[in-house]
């Protein structure tokens, strides 16, 4: 901290980055953390970046002598399933500090949190996307091919560096320094000594344009206010990250309240998944399936969301006992977040007699999609305050923006505004290409890949006969595979859900009933068949009384390659063709409907849609992302994730075909 100039630099900011290249088992971000709740004119939000290819939980043990002490319980409390990639813990929302002696201001929140990075340094630093404003790099192991590996991401650190960022390194080799001064820091006195620590400053000859897909600036303060269209589980997650980074939001939705559309289901699964090459689609969502289990398991085990909390089980009738044990030696680390079962082993723990084995997710539940969406709404003004505005029963008709005042305006269908920000985000699912082609052509983005796919789910009354109790089994925990089945608060059973492609039909129908009923026979929570049995032997279940069943029709937005859409919107081809813009085969390099003045972001035009079938999964991570485009905060997946979520991607793979 001393050698980067802490906790002086912090002081007065709003924003402040450190990054370490070791964690330990946390002894430094403990002491970061103690140093920043002890100071009265502390930063308001403080993200500390920390990589290590094998990080531990804080010891308890001689937690006692330090100053941190009081933290060291907290981070252990929330420490991750060790995971290759990042994970994203939010350690302390502390009460805003006074500054100069003034009192802090209404809606003024402070946090510190921790991006804790599973992996090693040359291989997250690289797809690390942040801007820094400390580094603190530990000393390089003196092994054959180590110092040379290691100058090739230090010469890399401009990157990352931010105007006047500083760097300790410890126990640097003459090429580590080499490496730094060619990433243009400055060494500062002391020079090279063994055994020390050398100090250098960010002090680069030449500033490289920003990259129309890259990390751009944050915003001045006067426009730091977004523009949120869409009160789904996507819109709310939107709302809570933007809060997050104290950020103005204005919330829009044309119902009475959030989540009346496909978020309004009573339940529905959140859980990760398992594959053999542990590709884009999987690391993807792992890492979103860990951040809803960080975001709400707490808020669930405390009964503050209706939900389960206990894990999942994820049937796998083509998995066997020693392909399972092979998948497992070759990712050993998937044991800290699923345990392959047999049928039997999945049999005593589900209460069901499922057909096959499966794995069980242990970060993984079920919960009600509406009540997260409220609570996210309270607890983001809980943290905003009046900066967070919420209107109900507003049709946006179009949006246009306002060149000579830099905002992004909805209007209703008699063009009158009805809210306006420099930054405008769409979370109304496949509405939102409705809105886009609104736009003049000067200002005409991509079309959005997106379709609307209709699904009904079933929900069985509790059960009150003695005689029809046999034939309904309430699973312990959620049971997905070939459809699913839960058991929500009430002894009811829900199951579903239908797959329907181009079917705007909005009521519910009895044959999607039978075959939500089918799908829940073969997971073994109900057991009759379509229309009960008339054998009269005693045993056989009631018929099917389809009016008694309650349901719900949704319509999914969903994308061909089955991921998100998250992330400012790229220019339409045609705009590309009319300005010549030659670099267009990654996604990263396509023009971005993006605005700024002087170096400084004034606003942008993003999108968070596409959540598809498994929106609670995805929530959380797509609005930490969102939030990241949009604010300039530190990403938080890969930036090869961060692609593959890009709305971009798709003009992007058009140009290289």
């Avoid at 100071?39 to 094998?54: E, K, M, S, Y």
């Avoid at 006047?164 to 080799?173: D, K, Q, R």
């Avoid at 289990?293 to 206990?310: F, K, N, S, T």
């Avoid at 607890?379 to 109900?392: D, K, N, V």
Wanted: with cysteine; net charge neutral.
């Amino acid at each position: 901290m001393a050698g980067n100039g802490l906790p002086e630099r912090w002081q007065g900011r709003e924003h402040f980055v450190i990054l370490t290249t070791g964690f330990g088992h946390g002894e430094d971000v403990l002491a970061v953390w103690a140093a920043w709740r002890a100071d009265p004119r502390r930063c308001d939000r403080l993200t500390v970046i920390a990589i290590d290819p094998q990080p531990h939980a804080p010891r308890g043990e001689d937690g006692g002598r330090h100053p941190w002490a009081p933290w060291a319980s907290r981070l252990a409390d929330l420490w991750p399933p060790i995971t290759p990639g990042w994970h994203h813990l939010w350690l302390d929302d502390a009460p805003a500090a006074a500054s100069d002696g003034k009192p802090p201001e209404q809606g003024r929140s402070q946090h510190l949190r921790l991006m804790l990075g599973v992996g090693e340094v040359a291989d997250l630093l690289p797809s690390l996307v942040a801007s820094v404003d400390a580094f603190c790099l530990h000393a390089c192991p003196d092994a054959s091919g180590a110092t040379a590996q290691a100058a090739r991401w230090v010469a890399r650190l401009n990157r990352l560096a931010t105007t006047g960022a500083t760097a300790v390194v410890a126990s640097p080799s003459q090429e580590v320094l080499s490496a730094l001064q060619s990433a243009q820091f400055e060494l500062q006195a002391p020079a090279i000594a063994t055994h020390t620590h050398t100090r250098a400053k960010f002090a680069p000859r030449f500033v490289p344009p920003l990259s129309p897909g890259g990390l751009w600036p944050a915003a001045a303060p006067e426009h730091r206010h977004a523009l949120v269209i869409g009160a789904g589980l996507a819109g709310c997650s939107a709302t809570w990250s933007l809060a997050r980074q104290g950020w103005r939001v204005t919330l829009l939705d044309a119902a009475t309240g959030p989540a009346q559309g496909a978020s309004g289901n009573p339940g529905g699964l959140f859980h990760s998944i398992v594959h053999g090459e542990d590709g884009i689609h999987a690391r993807a969502h792992r890492a979103a399936a860990l951040a809803t289990w960080a975001r709400v398991h707490g808020a669930l085990a405390r009964g503050d969301l209706p939900g389960q909390c206990q894990g999942l089980l994820r049937l796998d009738a083509r998995m066997d006992e020693a392909g399972a044990q092979a998948l497992l030696a070759r990712q050993p680390w998937l044991a800290e977040q699923a345990h392959w079962l047999n049928q039997a082993e999945a049999q005593a723990l589900s209460g069901l007699p499922v057909p096959s084995g499966g794995w069980h997710f242990l970060q993984a539940g079920w919960l009600q999609p509406g009540a997260y969406a409220e609570w996210l709404l309270a607890e983001a003004a809980t943290r905003a305050g009046a900066a967070l505005q919420t209107r109900w029963s507003c049709q946006v008709a179009r949006i246009q923006r306002d060149e000579a005042r830099g905002l992004w305006q909805a209007l209703d269908a008699q063009g009158q505004t009805l809210a306006e920000a420099p930054s405008l985000v769409l979370a109304n699912a496949w509405q939102a290409q409705a809105l886009l082609d609104t736009l003049p052509p000067a200002q005409a983005t991509a079309p959005l890949p997106m379709s609307a796919v209709r699904g009904q789910i079933t929900v069985l009354p509790p059960v009150t006969d003695a005689s029809a109790a046999p034939h309904i089994a309430l699973p312990r925990l959620p049971v997905a595979g070939g459809g699913y089945a839960l058991s929500l608060l009430g002894g009811r059973l829900l199951c579903g859900a239908t797959t329907q492609h181009h079917d705007p039909h909005p009521d519910v129908r009895e044959t999607d009933h039978r075959h939500n009923l089918r799908q829940a026979e073969r997971l073994g929570a109900w057991r009759g068949g379509e229309h009960g049995d008339d054998s009269g032997d005693g045993n056989s279940p009631p018929p099917i009384d389809t009016p008694s069943l309650a349901g719900r029709v949704g319509w999914r937005a969903t994308t061909p390659d089955r991921l998100p859409l998250v992330g400012a919107l790229p220019w339409h081809a045609d705009r590309l063709a009319a300005s010549q813009h030659t670099r267009r085969e990654q996604a990263r390099m396509l023009p971005r409907e993006r605005h700024s003045l002087d170096g400084q972001t004034q606003g942008s035009l993003c999108v968070i849609s596409g959540l598809g079938s498994r929106g609670i999964t995805w929530a959380a991570l797509a609005g930490e992302l969102l939030a990241h485009w949009v604010t300039g905060s530190a990403c938080p997946v890969e930036a090869e994730l961060r692609d593959a979520l890009d709305p971009a991607r798709f003009l992007a793979r058009q140009h290289r075909q």
